[in-house]
């Protein structure tokens, strides 16, 4: 350790912790360890002079001193403690300025020394008190000397000895004033510095707020519109599957007609159910978490299932569904996820594609990940739907029969892949189509990815 550092260290341990003691304790401990030293000093050199009762004062003086720092210090009585310097302190100059000769010697120094040690380790509410008191005491001195100057004798028995002590006194006050406004300073920047940096915590803490308030105020506009969404696309086909129920009890129809409604009924309750499935699904991922358990999966064996299921769904509108899968890829993904995903972005194709539209299905290895693509004929979208197709702010879409989602499949389709350490994204033409992508790592033995949780 560097010796002005240990110096510090010894120091600041002597003079007090700052979280124990307030500056002016601080201030007065370290002023009574320098006129300790000082005094220690300056008793054997008066004695060398020829002022040997200077000599016994300044003894006195510094067994005084002594013990007001221990009690201050070590027992805590700070107040007590400023409290009798300054009464002794005044006290001991009062003699010192019968005993050192008045106004030929240097006791009026002491006294402004003495002065600024009073404002240094009073508090502020006693300034008033230990200010004119001091100035007055050193008046009533000055004009008791001129007006009976044999009351103040002078004590000096050479010129030397006066330039002397002048000298050194002024040296003690300097030293000491000096001192003073150092330490002064230099606990104001201290705890300048250390207030800033709480205000800046504070700040950071409070942007830290704001921003969590801010995110909690959007998941409860989403949560809002969620369920406005859910009120609103609900109410449609449950309303639709009411109106039919009460045409086949209230009306005779033909069975022509009875077989149209049923199938209009048929097809409302399967839009209701994949409305509440996908609201299911999303629910639970907000409720628990997204957890991928990630393994090794064959692209071919692990869609095929899907696209049969899907072609089934689009053969009624006349849609024919193909793919192309490579049958040597094999990704590092969740199972359900994926099936779920690729289900959600083909049943959209489907919704938005016309009768006798086109669905081509690829999963195809690029580098290090499997890049799988749902190319529809359909009706396309706009850039600013493409913008915000994965958020709740997308609004719900009829398809090209009608059909009605609750918005959220694309939002879930995310969440999934994001897990599963792949990208998602689309490219879409109004009018022209659109093609959505699909990004996910490739197995790899040496390296096996850790799923994320979000």
Known sequence: MPLNDSIYRTWIKLSGDASVFPLNARIFHSVCLISIFALLYNVPFNYAIGLPKIALASLIVLVITAALYYASRFKNQVMAST?????????????????????????????????????????????????????????????????????????????????????????????????????????????????????????LQNQQIVKQNEELEKLNAEKNKLMSIVAHDLRSPLGSIQNFLELLTQHDLNEEQKLDIENDLLNSTKNTLAMLSKLLDWSKSQLHGVSAHME?????????????????????????????????????????????????????????????????????????????SVQDDGIGMSVEKQESIFSLNVESTFGTNNEKGVGLGLMLCMEFIKAQNGKIWLESNPGKGTCFYISVPMFDKTKVRQPNLL
């Open 296 to 372: 090794q999966l064959n692209v071919q064996a692990l869609f095929e299932s899907t696209i049969n299921l899907e072609r089934n769904i689009a053969a009624r509108k006349n849609i024919s569904l193909d793919y192309y899968f490579d049958p040597s890829a094999s990704i590092y993904a969740d199972s359900d996820m994926m099936q779920l995903i690729l289900r959600n972005i083909i049943g959209n194709a489907i919704k938005f594609t016309r009768m006798d539209g086109h669905i081509m299905v690829k999963a195809e290895a690029q580098d290090k990940n499997c890049l799988i």
């Open 83 to 203: 409290l009798i310097t300054n009464i002794v302190g005044l006290s001991l100059f009062i003699v010192n300025y019968f005993l050192n000769s008045g106004l030929h010697g240097p006791t009026d120094l002491f006294f402004l020394l003495f002065l600024l040690l009073s404002i240094a380790i009073s508090p502020t509410d006693q300034y008033k008190v230990w200010i004119p008191v001091n100035v007055t005491i050193l008046v009533i001195l000055n004009l008791i000397e001129f007006y009976y100057p044999h009351l103040v004798p002078d004590t000096y028995t050479t010129r030397s000895n006066r330039f002397v002590d002048h000298m050194s006194a002024y040296a003690v006050v300097a030293a000491i004033t000096y001192f003073c406004i150092h330490y002064i300073r230099g606990s104001y920047e201290r705890e300048k510095a250390s207030t800033l940096e709480k205000s800046k915590a504070i700040e």
